[in-house]
Each structure stands twice: as C-alpha cells, then as structure tokens.
C-alpha cells in the first residue's frame, strides 16, 4: 500500500537509479552527470586532455599567423635600414616575446610557487573571527600530530600534508573546481602510498585517510567553502526561496509515512532537523556527512516507531524530502558541493554516508523539479498555491483525533498569546528600570553638586568663626555646665539653669 502511494505522488526511486550509470557499482553524484567520483575523473580528464590538444593547435595555428605577419613588415620596412636600425634590432625580441606569451596562455605547465619571502598578507585569516578560526586550525594540527605519532610513516605523512596545504595559499587565483583537482589528486597519491606502507589494511588507510581530511580542510575551509568565484551563493537563495514557496506542502501530499503525534516520532522528526542544519556549521567534509547519517538514522527510526515495522528505502526518501522542506537548511548547495568537491572520495562512493549523501542530493533535486503531478494535484491548483493565492489545505486528522488536535492548537495558541503578553511587559518593566536609573544617576550627581559647592563655601579645614557672627555666640557651651550664663539660654531653659544653680 504504501509502494503503489509513492508511486501515485511520483516520489519512487528505484536504488540502481543512486548508482553510477558506467556499472563501477559505486553511487553516482548529480554535480558529475550521475557518475561516481572515480569514473567522473576519468571522463573529465579526457575532456581535458581534448580541450589542451585543441588549444594546443589554436595556439600553433596563431603563432604561424604571426610570424607570416612579421615576415610580410620585415621585407617592407628592409629597404630603409638606416632610419629603422633600433627598431629592427627589437622584432626578433618583440618576436619571440609574443610568441612565447601565446604559447604560455595555451600551455600545461605547472606554475612554480612564489618563494616563501613574498606569500601575500591574505593568506593569514581576516580580522573578523581570526581568532576563531585560529584556535580551530591549531587544535586540528595537535590532533593530526598526536594521531601520526605512533605510525612509522607520521613523519612523512605530516610533512607531505604541511607542504599541500601551504602550496595551496599561491593557488588562489584558480577556480574552485581546479582546486578540487588538486585535492582529489593529493588524496589519490597519498592513498596508493599509504597502501604501500599499510598492506592488506585498508580500514587502516580509510582512518589515516580521515584524519588527513580534516587536517587539510580544517585550514583550506575559509578559501574553498562557498568562494565567490561560483554561482554556490545564488544556488544557496534560490533553493531557500524555493523552499519558503512550498510552505505549503504537507506530509499527507508526500505520502510520507510518520506520524507526529506519536511523542516518539515528534522526538525523532525534531531531531533530524537539527542534524541537517547542524550541518552547515561543520568544517570537515566528513563532520558534515557525519550530520546527514545522523539525520537519516532519525528519519528511520521515525518510520520503523510509527508502521512498527523496519523501514524500507521508498519510506526514507520522502520523509528525507519532508525533512528538508521543514529545516529549509542554510547554504544548503553550498554544502552538497563543499562535500562533492573535497571529501575523500571512497567515502561518498561506499558504505552508509555515500548513500544518504547521494539521498540528499536526489531530495534537493526533487525540491527543485516539484511540480503538480508529484503532488497528485493539477497543475493550476499548483501555481495557485505557489503563487499564494489558495490558502494551504487541511490535513486530514484520524478519526477521534481532529477534536483532541484542535485542543492541542488552541493551547499552543494561548500559549504564544502568553508570551507576547510577558514580552511586552518586561519591555515595559525594562523601560521604567533604564528611567528609574536614569533619575538616580540625575540625583546622585545633583546632590554631589550641591556637597561640593557647600564644601567650597565653608571649608571644614577654615580658622575661626565668620566675621559677621559675634565671638560670644560662636564659642561653644555646656548648657550642664555650672559657669552656664543665664542669660545667654534661651526662655525655655533659663528656669531651668536658675533651679539647677539653686
């Protein structure tokens, strides 16, 4: 029953469709027309080396051109040797330059690095969040170090590694794919010479292999993840664009079969989502994978706790397309094409992270491609819910559970009604306290003001009385005293001084 739904909403995949279509047995890639890493390899430098070869020709074909070209202003301008003597000593060097400098554009050659006196100021991290990013590369380095250091062939590795990734700082003004190349080609040569030092262990080269990643791109990460000379940006827009678009979609539509209210299944769903956009903060090729295994081992046990049953793979793929449309992760290309460019490839081609990573990206191309038919609805109601003209339909409820779901959304409801109301209050609480603040740090200043103004009007350190008070009224008496003058007391205690002297 649930085979003949997918296959109604359009969302069958048959598993051969994830593999290479050259029959190697490994998953293919979407970003390599299908192929696995390998076989794309070997086609891509087919179509390099034909493109070199057809450069090749262009470049002779230009440099014959120019130097018919010479020879024909070399017999006009012979016959006046005198006036043009330095001028015709400069052809053969203007010559040979020109022929050299189209010759060079068309080329193979490697470029030779800059010495190390002359590396550019930007290959040190950017101010902004350096460091971060510092700390990071530094403790990747200490775990790489620590992890070769029992290996007889550490050293070595270590300092094939330090080289790669310092060589890579003068490659910068390449594209991204040739810096792809390069990687690939780095972990390949690396690979055959760990199997020559590793016989007969290859679990033990795929963990040299992984360590090696994410030592390499841990510092390669800033200049190669999302760089501005690709279109991964605008990928990036147009894909969560077309995510918020399909707000609309529901489980029901996919035909996905999970079921939220189960409190267990809810934990699972939620779960999956945070791995697919914890994603995106990750560095390592392999941590970023490592959160899409996560996300697919949610998703299926999701499944298995609401049919009760172990999961089939029909099941996986619409709830992973359910679970991307409900994340909507950030820089969600980006990261497909970080992984496809520089991950260590026998890991995207095998085991269990190549075939949820080749899931992923059959998801998001199902994401772009969505249309009616998929949906089983037609394609004006379509466009109308794409545009925002029909509102989203109502999922269907159970039987005996619409009025237990409406009592659910009504307390959540209230709820959020709770919450605006405390927000605005503690706005205005908050408001009252920085005006409370305000008038005490007014009154403490103004009384300090009138303090120091009396200070300065009446010196406590000052000699005598003012001299506009008289000298007997400011000396100071006793009234207890028995030499207490009479006269000098006020009414009230002049009976008082004549009854005690009495």
């Not at 509102?391 to 959304?409: D, E, K």
């Not at 006793?478 to 008082?496: G, R």
Request: charged residues 30%; proline residues 6%; negative net charge.
């Amino acid at each position: 029953m649930t085979s003949q739904r997918f296959e109604r909403s359009g969302i069958h995949l048959d598993q051969s469709e994830l593999l290479c279509p050259k029959g190697c047995g490994f998953y293919g890639n979407r970003a390599w027309r299908g192929l696995c890493s390998k076989c794309w390899r070997e086609e891509n430098q087919k179509d390099r080396q034909t493109q070199i070869q057809e450069d090749q020709a262009l470049a002779e074909r230009l440099q014959k051109e120019e130097e018919e070209a010479y020879a024909s202003i070399h017999q006009k301008v012979q016959p006046q040797p005198t006036a043009l003597g330095k001028l015709e000593e400069r052809k053969p060097k203007e010559k040979s330059s020109k022929v050299n400098s189209v010759t060079k554009l068309f080329s193979t050659s490697t470029k030779t690095p800059p010495k190390k006196d002359h590396i550019s100021v930007d290959s040190s991290p950017s101010s902004s969040g350096s460091r971060h990013v510092a700390v990071d590369t530094d403790r990747a380095t200490r775990e790489f170090i620590d992890f070769l250091k029992p290996l007889r062939p550490g050293r070595e590795i270590f300092k094939q590694c330090r080289a790669f990734t310092e060589s890579m700082v003068y490659k910068r003004e390449l594209g991204v794919e040739e810096l792809s190349e390069c990687v690939q080609d780095f972990y390949q040569k690396l690979s055959e010479y760990l199997h020559t030092q590793f016989k007969g262990s290859s679990d033990h080269v795929e963990s040299v292999m992984d360590e090696v990643e994410k030592y390499m791109m841990s510092r390669l990460y800033e200049g190669v993840f999302c760089p501005e000379s690709t279109d991964d940006e605008d990928k990036d827009l147009a894909i969560q664009k077309r995510i918020r678009a399909l707000h609309w979609v529901t489980i029901e539509m996919l035909c996905v079969p999970v079921d939220e209210e189960i409190p267990e299944v809810s934990d699972s769903v939620v779960k999956a989502i945070t791995d697919v956009i914890e994603m995106d903060s990750k560095r390592v090729p392999k941590h970023k994978l490592a959160c899409i295994t996560r996300c697919s081992k949610h998703i299926f046990n999701a499944i298995q706790a609401t049919k009760r049953e172990p999961a089939s793979a029909d099941d996986f793929l619409p709830t992973l397309i359910y679970i991307v449309l409900k994340a909507n992760p950030p820089r969600l290309q980006s990261n497909i094409q970080y992984v496809t460019r520089f991950c260590n490839p026998s890991r995207i081609m095998t085991g269990e992270d190549g075939y949820y990573f080749t899931n992923l990206c059959c998801a998001v191309a199902f994401i772009e491609k969505l249309d009616g038919q998929s949906l089983n609805m037609s394609s004006e109601d379509f466009e109308l819910h794409m545009s925002g003209q029909a509102s989203s339909p109502a999922r269907p409820q159970a039987s005996g559970g619409s009025s237990a779901s409406a009592a659910a959304l009504q307390q959540v409801q209230s709820g959020l009604d709770l919450l605006t109301g405390l927000g605005v209050r503690q706005d205005r609480v908050m408001k009252e306290a920085r005006r409370l603040e305000s008038d005490l740090i007014d009154w403490s200043e103004g009384v300090e003001h009138k303090v120091q103004g009396a200070l300065e009007r009446f010196p406590p350190d000052a000699q005598g009385p003012p001299s506009d008070v008289p000298a007997a009224a400011a000396a100071p008496s006793a009234i207890d005293a028995d030499n207490v003058e009479n006269d000098l007391l006020p009414p009230p205690l002049q009976t008082t001084a004549v009854r005690r002297s009495c």
